[in-house]
Nanobody, 125 residues
Framework: QVQLIESGGGLVQAGGSLRLSCAAS????????MGWFRQAPGKEREFVAA????????YYADSVKGRFTISRDNAKNTVYLQMNSLKPEDTANYYC??????????????????WGQGTQVTVSS
């Protein structure tokens, strides 16, 4: 069992930056894929970014590519999401996730076994 705790969300003006952190407890997740998803009110939870267990392969939604960067420190059981050039459209609750159900692609929620509680990111115009 893995517990994930996100932090770093908040209110920021458009064009600003935030770095989200997700710390895991219970076991190391070096063998897991790590992902970030977000969900805005009235919308489905959507894929943002993911890192395979090695950390050497990353994936991004087209909407955030070039602005967001996922990274991980397996020794610290922590994954990060650096968000730059934030837009109001980025406003959402952001969730980190880890899992090893590798049958599914990284953008599929079913790939992930453990989820954090979410951290709110609000970007003002």
């Amino acid at each position: 069992q893995v517990q994930l705790i996100e932090s770093g969300g908040g209110l920021v003006q458009a064009g600003g930056s935030l770095r989200l952190s997700c710390a895991a407890s219970g076991r190391t997740f070096s063998g897991f894929s790590m992902g970030w998803f977000r969900q805005a009110p009235g919308k489905e939870r959507e894929f943002v970014a993911a890192s395979r267990r090695s950390g050497g392969t990353t994936y991004y939604a087209d909407s955030v590519k070039g602005r967001f960067t996922i990274s991980r420190d397996n020794a610290k059981n922590t994954v990060y999401l650096q968000m730059n050039s934030l837009k109001p459209e980025d406003t959402a609750n952001y969730y980190c996730a880890c899992g090893e159900t590798h049958y599914y692609p990284v953008y599929d929620r079913r790939r992930y076994d453990y989820w954090g509680q979410g951290t709110q990111v609000t970007v003002s115009s």
